[in-house]
């Protein structure tokens, strides 16, 4: 396998979760390849369904339907959710998660060595102590870690050193792929610039493949090869990123562009704000889902669901006026 190959090929993840009575369809229907060495970026509002997606992928949720085809590093083309639980936990290793909260996440009664050699522990039993402990301090060093701190509590450490401590955890295993979960929104902006680049250094070094979860436009914009919008469970426009930021082909990709804030204010976009709360994904509404708070909505957006296409070359897009309408997006001129 070499760069720029699919890593990860997701077709048709669906996934609904009985609740009260109801079925909210958290992810409908949602695909999208991963190529590797790439940063692909997931945006929408909250409750659009970007976690339960990234659970699904990593298989934390076993999803209603789909695929997740997988492309092992000996070039097997693999299922992984369809996988036995012993062929799971070998592959489980490629692929890891990092979570939003970096103060719920850790475990307050471990040590952050232990924290970070659980995963070890869990997976390699028999590796000799010393070993293990090796690969601990190394990686704790390569994240930033003061490694004479080791043996504290995660109670002594900073929001952003935290965040790092969760990112020793999930790299300790080599994984190929991450999933970040909102994975610097809990940090200060300046923290934030830190994390990211960290997670840009490790890319590098380590041959990472992301998927990089977040409602905050202008980090993914900033971290992403290609964007992902998702609205109400449903992919609505995915493209390389510049294409999708400068020439977005979906409303409500629009509206998400023009609510960001810009620092030259003769840049700012003209604000399109969202009317309306995001529907109640137990219930959504008929045709196109974004149609009640479109602004551009016609008789058959609110009778037809539009089919997701390719547009125009690598730029996808689920709207029937795609082509008609000239939205407007960032401008990137200097
Ligand atoms: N375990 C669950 N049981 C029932 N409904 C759930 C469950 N998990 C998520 N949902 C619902 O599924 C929808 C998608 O939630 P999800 O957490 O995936 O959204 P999100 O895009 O990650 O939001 P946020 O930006 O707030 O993190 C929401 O309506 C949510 O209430
Ligand atoms: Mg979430």
Redesign the pocket.
């Given at each position: 396998m070499s760069k720029g190959d699919n890593i990860l090929d997701v077709k048709n993840i669906k996934m609904d979760?009985p609740?009260k009575g109801v079925t909210?369809h958290?992810v409908g229907d949602v695909s999208f390849k991963v190529n590797e060495g790439e940063t692909m970026g997931i945006v929408?509002?909250?409750?659009?369904?970007?976690?339960?997606?990234g659970r699904c992928i990593v298989r934390a949720y076993e999803p209603t339907a789909g695929q997740v085809m997988y492309t092992t590093s000996e070039g097997e083309l693999i299922d992984f959710l369809k996988i036995d639980k012993k062929t799971m936990k070998e592959y489980r290793k490629e692929i890891q998660m990092i979570f939003?909260d970096p103060y719920s996440s850790l475990d307050p009664r471990m040590t952050v060595l232990d924290i970070i050699k659980e995963p070890l522990l869990a997976n390699y039993p028999h590796m000799p102590k010393e070993e293990m402990e090796r690969k601990v301090m190394d990686i704790a060093a390569k994240v930033g870690l003061n490694t004479a701190y080791l043996k504290r509590y995660p109670h002594a450490f900073s929001g952003g050193q935290r965040q790092r401590i969760g990112i020793a955890r999930a790299l300790v295993l080599n994984p190929r792929i991450i999933v970040c979960d909102?994975a610097v929104s809990a940090l200060d902006v300046s923290i934030q610039a830190q994390v990211i680049n960290l997670l840009h250094d490790l890319q590098k070094e380590f041959d990472l493949t992301f998927l990089f979860?977040s409602?905050d436009l202008s980090v993914v914009e900033y971290i992403s090869d290609r964007v992902g919008v998702?609205y109400l469970?449903k992919m609505v426009e995915f493209a390389p990123t510049k294409k999708l930021f400068s020439h977005p082909m979906h409303p409500y990709t629009e509206s998400l562009l023009s609510a960001v804030p810009v620092a030259d204010p003769a840049k700012q976009m003209e604000r399109i704000p969202l009317e309306g709360e995001i529907p109640n994904?137990a219930n959504p509404p008929s045709g196109c889902y974004f149609h009640t708070r479109c602004r551009y909505c016609t008789q058959r957006c609110e009778k037809e669901a539009p089919e997701y296409v390719e547009a125009e070359p690598e730029h996808y897009v689920a709207c029937h006026r795609a082509k008609e309408l000239a939205l407007k997006g960032f401008s990137y001129d200097e």
């Amino acid at each position: 396998m070499s760069k720029g190959d699919n890593i990860l090929d997701v077709k048709n993840i669906k996934m609904d979760f009985p609740s009260k009575g109801v079925t909210v369809h958290a992810v409908g229907d949602v695909s999208f390849k991963v190529n590797e060495g790439e940063t692909m970026g997931i945006v929408g509002e909250s409750g659009c369904g970007k976690t339960t997606l990234g659970r699904c992928i990593v298989r934390a949720y076993e999803p209603t339907a789909g695929q997740v085809m997988y492309t092992t590093s000996e070039g097997e083309l693999i299922d992984f959710l369809k996988i036995d639980k012993k062929t799971m936990k070998e592959y489980r290793k490629e692929i890891q998660m990092i979570f939003q909260d970096p103060y719920s996440s850790l475990d307050p009664r471990m040590t952050v060595l232990d924290i970070i050699k659980e995963p070890l522990l869990a997976n390699y039993p028999h590796m000799p102590k010393e070993e293990m402990e090796r690969k601990v301090m190394d990686i704790a060093a390569k994240v930033g870690l003061n490694t004479a701190y080791l043996k504290r509590y995660p109670h002594a450490f900073s929001g952003g050193q935290r965040q790092r401590i969760g990112i020793a955890r999930a790299l300790v295993l080599n994984p190929r792929i991450i999933v970040c979960d909102e994975a610097v929104s809990a940090l200060d902006v300046s923290i934030q610039a830190q994390v990211i680049n960290l997670l840009h250094d490790l890319q590098k070094e380590f041959d990472l493949t992301f998927l990089f979860i977040s409602h905050d436009l202008s980090v993914v914009e900033y971290i992403s090869d290609r964007v992902g919008v998702m609205y109400l469970g449903k992919m609505v426009e995915f493209a390389p990123t510049k294409k999708l930021f400068s020439h977005p082909m979906h409303p409500y990709t629009e509206s998400l562009l023009s609510a960001v804030p810009v620092a030259d204010p003769a840049k700012q976009m003209e604000r399109i704000p969202l009317e309306g709360e995001i529907p109640n994904p137990a219930n959504p509404p008929s045709g196109c889902y974004f149609h009640t708070r479109c602004r551009y909505c016609t008789q058959r957006c609110e009778k037809e669901a539009p089919e997701y296409v390719e547009a125009e070359p690598e730029h996808y897009v689920a709207c029937h006026r795609a082509k008609e309408l000239a939205l407007k997006g960032f401008s990137y001129d200097e």
